[in-house]
């Protein structure tokens, strides 16, 4: 149960992520880079993540009310399902961020800009951060610690999401390929920058607890986080400094190597998704 719990986790944060990013970096590049020919193809996988972010979320709302109520059975009690979302934070949480997960998909449906989709879906991850385990351990600190979570969840989704776009620009072989990855270069360090800072925040908050004790679990997670977070900033820097240089000069290889480092970012992002759902289901304290 905790491991299907934490998939949909991952999977909510990746699907949610993927909208944002996507339409974030669309909005940013529209100017600069033609999105003409992977517009379709972007379109139809962002019906597919917004429509998998509201599935998961309601999922995860059973998860929580089956932990809140003991009782498995719960997750599929209509009744217990409506207390939980009417009579407890988490559950109003739920229900704002339902309304705009279903906005979203009507957005991405009728394809509607890509600064509205942005908004819409950016909020929706931010609020996030209200139910996270900075926010809760937070004391008065609380309402800071959910803005600075909700801040590290949109650094990461504009991260991931952009990419997917670049991935499938690559794959249409773009013209503006070089642009793209300016632009791309450009905003990520900003992304990371701030990714850093709000999560060692996060990581700072969640685990300075006078007098308790650190869950060994919890920190192998985190660890695991680490470094897979470092490896992906590394290729970041090497897109930046070393592969866009050298699509500058016109170096055919280098656009080889851009496509081998975006797919390995991708594919770190994935596992660090995975890591942070199997986190939410872990104590930070040992009991």
Not at 242 to 260: F, Q
Request: glycine fraction near 6%; hydrophobic fraction near 65%.
């Amino acid at each position: 149960m905790i491991v299907f719990f934490a998939l949909t986790r991952a999977l909510h944060f990746a699907s949610l992520m993927t909208v944002f990013g996507a339409s974030a970096y669309s909005a940013i590049a529209v100017a600069r880079v033609d999105l003409v020919p992977v517009s379709s193809r972007l379109r139809r996988w962002l019906i597919i993540a917004a429509i998998v972010a509201l599935v998961t979320s309601v999922i995860c709302l059973g998860f929580v009310t089956s932990q809140m109520t003991a009782d498995p059975a719960a997750a599929f009690d209509l009744n217990q399902l409506s207390i939980v979302a009417k009579q407890t934070d988490y559950g109003h949480v739920f229900l704002a961020r339902a309304a705009l997960l279903i906005a979203l998909i009507a957005l991405v449906v009728i394809n509607a800009s890509a600064w509205l989709r942005a908004v819409v879906s950016g909020a929706a991850l931010a609020l996030l951060g209200t139910v996270s385990h900075a926010a809760a351990r937070g004391g008065d600190w609380g309402p800071v610690l959910a803005m600075n979570d909700g801040l590290h969840l949109v650094c990461a989704g504009f991260w991931i999401g952009a990419l997917v776009v670049l991935a499938l620009l690559i794959r249409a072989r773009s013209a503006d390929l070089v642009a793209a990855l300016r632009i791309f270069s450009g905003w990520a360090i900003i992304a990371v920058a701030l990714l850093v800072v709000a999560g060692s925040i996060n990581a700072a908050a969640i685990l300075y607890q006078p007098g308790m004790t650190w869950s060994g679990a919890y920190l192998g997670w985190l660890a695991a986080k680490l470094v897979l977070a470092a490896l992906m900033i590394a290729l970041a820097l090497t897109n930046r400094f070393g592969i866009l240089p050298a699509m500058v000069r016109g170096d055919k290889e280098s656009s080889e190597s851009l496509t081998t480092t975006v797919i390995m970012e991708l594919s770190c992002a994935t596992l660090i998704l995975l890591v942070v759902g199997i986190l939410g289901e872990t104590a930070p304290m040992a009991m």
